[in-house]
Structure formats: structure tokens, C-alpha cells
């Protein structure tokens, strides 16, 4: 198990001891996950088993998708479900946190878990069957995920399993292109903000204009991603479930320096883990304590992601 601060912050954290080993091996692992959870909110993924060469095809073609024609991707602008093609600046995140800033320097692809329901574009052929590919891998790595976090907080491991069996899972490919221009005053490629609901697997790049996170000290510190890792963060809803006992920490994607010549268009495909529509956030009772009381009053899952994703402007993706 490789478990190692990257810079200054975020903990390395392999899970192939979890997948492969016995149950000694699965406790460490969960520990670890849990006190990243605790101090930091943020973790990097090793040994998480999803295949390299399908991560790679679904960048790629999630890379040509963002190159087409705008008026091509267009025919696949977002609808009320919140799935297909968000343009550049549509959204502004930090308003989820009630900050008013200019549209965030980003434009999106969005599908959710009913593969059928989504808007798929025409071009790149390929992309439909590797987006769904990649979609059921971080299903898989998802469950294993609260799976560990149930074994963290010292419950039994299935302690999740009926409360995101349905769950309202959705995915990201994030365009952030190149800034000819100079942003707006407070426009960011992302505005700061936390994420609603359990957990996020992001896989990112290692470009100039990327992710940072808050520390506990007040300092935004870059995550830098490590080989073969995804970044995993817990959620508003996590939070609320462990009655503050893990963080839902505030991340930010920043703008790149203006270097001439040098091209800073960045891609991450990213996955939001939920629970069903109707699982019951509540503080945990192994969360709750005489020195820890109840700190959230219980709130559908549904109704949760409602109201956040509204206020970001009907999206709420990150």
C-alpha cells in the first residue's frame, strides 16, 4: 500500500491491498482512506485497477468531441436533464456557494447513468462506446470507494450498498482551452466550491491552470496528479453523513500564466458519485456524540442535489 504526501497536501493512496488482500490488508487501506478523508477531504487512487488504455480512448475522444465546430456541438446543447453539450462560460460554480462571479473558462460534455437517455453526438463515432465503458469502470471503483468508507467509520462494509444501489451518477468531460484573452476580474477556469454529493473521481492533467484546494490553514495548494491516479474527493453529502467528522473541501480550477507559444488547454474527464434519489442524509450515529452533536437536519438526497445544482445555473458539475 503506497500511502505518501504529495506536496504539501493530498495522500497517495493505493487500493490493490483492498482488492487482492485479506481482510488485515483491507483495514489499513480503509484507515488510510479515512484519515485522508478527515484531515484533507482530498486523496489520489493508485492499484484501482480501471484499464489504462481505456482511460486514454475516452480522453481522446472526448478531445475530438471538443473540437468540433461550435455549432456542431450545439445540436447537442444541455436540456433540462442536465445531460449534453454545456457551451463555454455557461455556468459560474462559486454561485452554489452564493459568490457571483462571470461564467466559468470552461465548456462540458454531460451524460448520466441511463445511457439511453443521454445526448450523444454524431461525431466522434467512437465516443458513445468508450464514455460508457469508462462510465461503468468508475461505477465499479465508486462502490468500492464507500464500500472503504463504510469500513473507516467502523461499520459493517455493505453499511451503503441499499443507499446507492440507483444512484444518481453523472459524468464530465471538461474542456478548458486555451485564454487568448485576459479573464474577467474574479473569472476563473472553475470558481471555488465544494462538490454535492458522496465522491468524485476525477482524472486530470498535469497543465499549467489547474486544480487547487484549499489547506486547513487557508493557503490553496496545487494538486499535482501522481501516474495512473485518479483524485478522489468526498462530497457535501459525505460530510453531512459524518456530521463533520470528514471535510467537503473547497477546490478551484485556476487560470494558467500567459506563456507565448506554449499551449495550456487542459481536459479532465470527471465522475459524480451520488446516492439514490431518495436515500436520507442524516449525521451517522457512529458520527454522533456528546462532544459531537447532531450538526444537519436529514434532507433527500434528490432535494439536495436540486437546490445546489440551481444555484450554479441548473448544472452544478464541477
Given amino acids: 500500500m503506497v500511502e505518501r504526501a504529495h506536496g504539501q497536501f493530498v495522500p497517495v493512496v493505493s487500493i490493490e491491498p483492498f482488492r487482492f488482500g485479506g481482510r488485515d490488508d483491507q483495514l489499513r487501506v480503509a484507515a488510510a482512506v479515512g484519515d485522508a478523508c478527515a484531515r484533507h477531504g482530498f486523496l489520489s487512487v493508485v492499484g484501482h485497477g480501471v484499464d489504462p488504455t481505456l482511460i486514454e480512448h475516452t480522453r481522446l475522444v472526448a478531445s475530438a468531441f471538443f473540437d468540433l465546430p461550435t455549432d456542431e456541438k450545439n445540436l447537442i446543447r444541455v436540456n433540462a436533464t442536465g445531460t449534453g453539450y454545456v457551451p463555454f462560460a455557461l ?8 459568490d457571483r462571479t462571470p461564467g466559468d473558462l470552461k465548456e462540458s460534455l454531460n451524460a448520466g447513468r441511463d445511457h439511453e437517455a443521454n445526448q450523444w453526438p454524431e461525431r466522434p463515432a467512437l465516443l458513445r462506446g468508450f464514455w460508457t465503458a469508462y462510465f461503468e469502470q468508475m461505477n465499479v471503483l465508486a462502490s468500492t470507494m464507500m ?9 459493517r462494509d455493505d453499511f451503503f450498498a441499499d443507499k446507492i444501489d440507483q444512484p444518481q451518477t453523472f459524468m464530465r468531460a471538461i474542456n478548458y482551452p486555451d485564454q487568448p484573452n485576459a479573464p474577467e476580474a474574479g473569472q476563473l477556469r472553475a470558481g471555488a466550491h465544494t462538490d454535492y454529493g458522496t465522491l468524485t473521481i476525477l482524472l486530470s492533467e498535469n497543465k499549467p491552470g489547474g486544480l487547487q484546494v484549499l489547506a486547513p490553514e487557508g ?3 496545487d494538486v499535482v496528479a501522481v ?4 483524485v478522489i474527493n468526498i462530497g457535501d453529502m459525505m460530510q453531512q453523513w459524518t456530521n463533520d467528522r470528514w471535510r467537503s473541501t473547497l477546490h478551484r480550477v485556476v487560470n494558467p500564466p500567459h506563456q507565448a507559444g506554449l499551449s495550456t488547454r487542459r481536459l479532465s474527464l470527471v465522475f459524480f458519485h451520488n446516492p439514490n434519489p431518495y436515500a436520507m442524509i442524516a449525521p451517522l450515529d457512529v458520527c454522533v456524540d456528546a462532544t459531537h452533536p447532531v450538526r444537519y437536519q436529514p434532507i433527500m438526497a434528490s432535494e439536495h442535489l436540486r437546490a445546489k445544482s440551481e444555484r450554479a445555473g441548473g448544472l452544478g458539475k464541477t
Avoid: P, T, V
Fill in 91 to 98: 455556468e459560474a460554480l462559486a454561485a452554489s456557494r452564493g
Fill in 147 to 155: 464500500q472503504l468508507f463504510a469500513m473507516a467509520l467502523g461499520m
Fill in 219 to 221: 493557503h490553496w495548494i
Fill in 227 to 230: 501516474e495512473n491516479s485518479f
